[in-house]
T-cell receptor, first 114, second 116 residues
């Protein structure tokens, strides 16, 4: 499968714990995005990388959230001191440099904070 | 700020009938408009996009959408619905002239159910 891969697919954690999600992009795609989707809502933008550079961050991305893309390939999204309000589907999407905006999404990582 | 509205949370249509899923947008500048579909336990899949040119764009699985600048709408259509079209549909917009040039802004989604 050469699509966007996300791991883990499901994560259940207790409030206050840290969690980390990983995204492996389509190999030739240098743009990578993280979105969050809650039930009944559309995806909300969190952050954007072009290669290893984090170029945009949403106000939704509190200081408990951090994302990295150290070598311009895979990316990680870490949430520290999780809260129940962090429960959501975390989506990774990628695109090649020269395209007009369509994104290729992974299947998401579902987080449940108890 | 850019925004997208999908006024219908749920659309039901009989198999074989035409379907329309509505989307309106609000942007400053020229919009790039997209439709995505999400099947249960699957990632969002790109259906079609409007960038420039012909207002009627055709996409995957027989879907099409019409860009209407005066009404700021981008409704998704299909002449004959299939049961397999049942899914959650999202409209999205992107504006290159804005400060947030890279992100897509999504609507809240419309659940389409095609009844056999």
């Amino acid at each position: 499968d050469t699509g966007v891969s996300q791991d883990p697919r499901h994560k259940i954690t207790k409030r206050g714990q840290n969690v980390t999600f990983r995204c492996d992009p389509i190999s030739e795609h240098n743009r990578l995005y993280w979105y969050r989707q809650t039930l009944g809502q559309g995806p909300e933008f969190l952050t954007y990388f072009q290669n290893e550079a984090q170029l945009e961050k949403s106000r939704l991305l509190s200081d408990r959230f951090s994302a990295e893309r150290p070598k311009g390939s895979f990316s990680t999204l870490e949430i520290q001191r999780t809260e129940q309000g962090d429960s959501a589907m975390y989506l990774c999407a990628t695109s090649p440099f020269a395209n007009t905006g369509e994104l290729f999404f992974g299947e998401g990582s579902r987080l449940t904070v108890l | 700020a850019q925004s997208v509205a999908q006024p219908e949370d749920q659309v039901n249509v009989a198999e074989g009938n035409p379907l329309t899923v509505k989307c309106t947008y609000s942007v400053s500048g020229n919009p790039y408009l997209f439709w995505y579909v999400q099947y249960p336990n699957r990632g969002l899949q790109f259906l079609l996009k409007y960038i420039t040119g012909d207002n009627l764009v055709k996409g995957s699985y027989g879907f099409e959408a019409e860009f209407n600048k005066s009404q700021t709408s981008f409704h998704l259509k299909k002449p004959s619905a299939l049961v397999s079209d049942s899914a959650l549909y999202f409209c999205a917009v992107r504006v290159l002239s804005s400060g947030s040039a890279r992100q897509l802004t999504f609507g809240s989604g419309t659940q389409l159910t095609v009844l056999p």
